[in-house]
């Protein structure tokens, strides 16, 4: 009876510590507990962008990246990575911080804690916890209400590439840089994501926008990015930037190659503002520099896709090099390529009607989330109108795309193309579609 009483206790202490041990892991800011759940595919696509930033000493962000793929890559089932990764997450942070601990390790040390306690090992998740609680007793945020800097700069670098609130984002960036104004990368990554976030939005915040990134440019003048994205906002303004434009580009070319480095930025400010010949050249040059790199080999396959797109006719030959490029961009990136696939339906739509179909037909019987399927939807529509004459069926795919529940461009192109056929009244579909949107719900 005693052996089965002590048991008993011994059983309620276990659960117990469980539950403390549990209820601590769940108060951590980290990785673990940030509500960091999107699908498989959107797990995918963020593991190549972050392998596309590249790991040069030099990269600024380089712990969060690697705290980020140790996420994900535990995210697939893939344990051993993931605390491969988040090892070199901390090794990072030490050597750009050049000190052994910091507040920046924090959430480096809450990842671990979470891996080994899902790994089982709860002596190991324990000493992190203790780990994390001695660096917020040394490195104390300003008040109970708030953060640490450096956890406020990284949660806001990590949400942001999970389509987070800008807003949220930018508050925990400028909370972080008003802490910590030294940290001039915070600025810049807040001043950079709204810039992109505006970009096509009407909303009177044109002159501060523009103000703030031209302070934060002469902050941070190093940042390349930033300067590509000053550079394309000062031109929409309708300042002629041709010249500068070419010299920015020569600088990015110098620079290693990264997804972060402008690369993709500066070809965009060509394509409208200089020449996509232009645009084709650069990717070109680029991709001679370094034939390997297959981020580089995404940017040449977009500005050729560009240049099919406005030639009329395309000759042959361009559009060959445009197809090889993109079937050989699909290889590398294997685990997310409907946008490349997609493209490459409609350079076959310039010269291969059946080739382009069939595409198409693989692309809408396959398994896509709901953005993906709506900008697939208003793809086919514009295809099937302009390649095929086929407006009735064009239509019903329009409706198909704006009846997702998914604020985009395509869906707003979808909607504004029904309106006009509803305006207009000679289409036979016209009755239905005035139904159609009069009955569609906003997102």
């Known amino acids: 009876m005693m052996y089965s009483n002590t048991a008993v206790q011994s059983d309620l202490c276990a659960a117990q510590s469980q539950t403390t041990l549990l209820s601590k892991l769940e108060a951590l800011q980290c990785h673990f507990t940030w509500g960091l759940d999107p699908s498989k595919t959107n797990f995918l696509r963020l593991r190549d962008m972050l392998v596309d930033i590249g790991t040069e000493e030099g990269t600024r962000w380089l712990g ?10 535990y995210k697939l089932g893939l344990t051993e990575d993931a605390q491969n990764f988040f090892n070199k997450a901390a090794e990072a942070f030490r050597q750009m911080r050049k000190a052994d601990d910091g507040p920046w390790l924090a959430v480096n040390y809450g990842n671990l804690a979470w891996l080994h306690h899902h790994l089982g ?6 000493a992190y916890l203790s780990k994390v609680e001695v660096l917020m007793k040394k490195y104390p945020s300003p008040s109970q209400d708030e953060l640490h800097a450096e956890i406020y700069a990284e949660k806001a670098w990590t949400l942001v590439k999970f389509s987070a609130d800008i807003e949220l984002v930018s508050d925990y960036l400028q909370k972080a840089f008003r802490m910590q104004p030294d940290m001039v990368e915070w600025n810049t990554c807040d001043i950079i994501g ?23 440019n002469e902050q941070d003048p190093e940042n390349l990015l930033l300067a590509v994205y000053y550079l394309k906002r000062r031109a929409k303004k309708g300042e002629r930037v041709e010249d500068e434009a070419r010299e920015l580009a020569e600088k990015v070319l110098r620079n290693p190659v990264s997804s972060f480095n402008g690369m993709k930025a500066i070809l965009w400010v060509y394509r409208y503002y200089v020449s996509i010949d232009e645009a084709v050249d650069l990717a070109e040059k680029a991709l001679e520099q370094h034939p390997d ?4 080999k995404r940017c040449a396959a977009l500005t050729l896709k560009w240049k099919v797109f406005h030639s009329s006719p395309p000759k042959q030959s361009m559009v060959d090099r445009a197809i090889s490029l993109h079937e050989e961009v699909i290889s590398l990136y294997p685990d997310c390529s409907f946008v490349t696939k997609k493209d490459l339906a409609s ?19 396959s398994d896509l989330g709901p953005a993906d399927k709506q900008q ?8 099937l109108n302009y390649d095929r004459q086929d407006q009735n069926k064009s239509l019903k795919y329009h409706m198909k795309a704006a009846a997702i529940p998914h604020q985009s461009y395509f869906r707003g192109n979808s909607i504004e193309v029904l309106r006009k056929i509803k305006n207009t009244r000679w289409n036979p579909m016209w009755t239905e ?5 009069e009955n569609l719900q906003e997102p």
Do not use: P
């Open 64 to 73: 969060h990246i690697y705290n980020l793929r140790g996420f994900i890559q």
């Open 376 to 383: 697939l939807y208003n793809t086919y529509a514009k295809y």
């Open 347 to 365: 350079i076959y739509a310039k010269s291969n009607h059946t080739k382009a179909e069939q595409m198409y037909q693989e692309l809408l019987k």
């Open 121 to 126: 090992d709860q002596a190991e998740s324990e």
């Open 433 to 437: 579609i005035q139904e159609f949107l």
């Open 293 to 296: 790199v297959r981020y580089l």
């Open 194 to 216: 709204i810039s992109g976030f505006y970009e096509d939005c009407d909303t009177g915040m044109e002159a501060d926008i523009l103000e703030k990134m031209r302070v934060a």
